[in-house]
């Protein structure tokens, strides 16, 4: 499939914009291709054109979160999303939506990083920090912290980057 006008060439680059503004988590480029190419939305190579397009041009972003390269929608990418929006056609658009809620338990279910913490005493609170992938614990720890402040940082910065923490954590258990 080889854009031929154009409005289709439009069509495509809003595509993209609307699949990662879809997303509740930013999108690696794997896949934001994988999706694409499993609904027939266009070849590999145009995904990639059109992703290095938009980034040139400063619609999304390509950033690094821990070892992932993922895409976010800029500004600039959302006010021209929301004006052309109605470029892309409704049925496609209810297609993506569909496809992209499977594809969000996907990969929910993939890795999850979950960081809880419950009050034991007056003095302490518990934290429990956990990786888990396909259903299978990769990592838990509980720590014991005397405040809750102290508890609601520790799962703020494991959620921010769990990949960092879990590799220092290891590294020093290894050293």
């Known amino acids: 499939m080889f854009i031929e006008n154009t409005e289709e060439l439009a069509q495509s680059k809003l595509l ?27 070849n590999y190579f145009l995904i990639q054109q059109f992703l290095s397009e938009l980034v040139a041009s400063q619609f999304i972003e390509n950033s690094r979160n821990g070892n992932k390269e993922i895409y976010t929608l800029l500004e600039k990418g959302k006010i021209t999303l929301d ?4 470029r892309i056609p409704e049925e496609i658009k209810k297609d993506i939506d569909k496809n992209f ?15 809880d913490c419950f009050k034991k005493n007056e003095n302490e609170y518990i934290v429990n920090l956990k990786l888990v992938e396909n259903d299978t614990t990769l990592f838990s720890l509980y720590l014991n912290v005397v405040s809750s402040e102290q508890a609601k940082t520790i799962c703020d910065n494991w959620k921010t980057d769990p990949s960092k923490i879990y590799q220092q954590i290891l590294n020093t258990l290894i050293n």
């Open 83 to 86: 004006y052309f929006i109605d």
């Open 101 to 115: 809620k499977i594809k969000e338990e996907e990969i929910k279910r993939e890795t999850q990083v979950i960081g």
């Open 16 to 42: 993209l914009l609307y699949i990662i503004d879809k997303s509740e988590t930013p999108l690696t480029n794997a896949q934001i291709t994988e999706f694409v190419l499993e609904n027939n939305y266009m």
